[in-house]
């Protein structure tokens, strides 16, 4: 079971240049579901490959979409 949760943040910041944005929109077991904040992009992850990323309670406030 992941500790991901609906609503959860996700950021990655692969340049000093860009940073990208997320919100799990999705959680099915070891599928998480993830919408970034360039071009309402939607993609489907498994928990694992999200350990890469900083991951911040949906508590966390950020000014997304």
């Known amino acids: 079971m992941s500790n991901f949760a609906v609503e959860d943040i996700l950021i990655v910041i692969p340049s000093k240049a860009d ?5 799990i929109i999705a959680v099915d077991g070891n599928k998480i579901t993830v919408k970034w904040n360039w071009n309402n992009y939607v993609r489907e992850y498994k928990a694992h490959d999200l350990d890469i990323y900083q991951h911040l309670p ?7 979409f």
């Open 19 to 23: 940073e990208y944005w997320g919100k």
């Open 58 to 64: 949906k508590a966390y406030q950020l000014p997304l």
